[in-house]
């Protein structure tokens, strides 16, 4: 015998609430550092190294590539 699942029924203003307290950049349009701190691009750095080589480089994002496939 299956139950019904629990499902709570949110006023979607109260939930748009919610979520631009829980995420302040979306109207301040800074991130807090501690939420995206900073990384190094691995790749850069290495592209950076073959501009002198004379060879066509191309770089794709990842999300792009899995648009492709």
Do not use: C, S
Not at 34 to 50: C, H, Q, S, V, W
Not at 58 to 66: D, G, S, T, Y
């Amino acid at each position: 015998m299956t139950t019904p699942r629990n499902r709570i029924r949110v006023d979607e203003t109260e939930l748009l609430k919610i979520l631009y307290n829980h995420n302040p950049w979306w109207t301040t349009g800074k991130v807090p550092r501690e939420k995206a701190p900073a990384f190094k691009r691995r790749d850069y750095y290495k592209i950076l190294e073959t501009l002198n080589d004379h060879k066509i480089v191309a770089m794709v994002e990842p999300e792009e590539l899995e648009k492709q496939l």
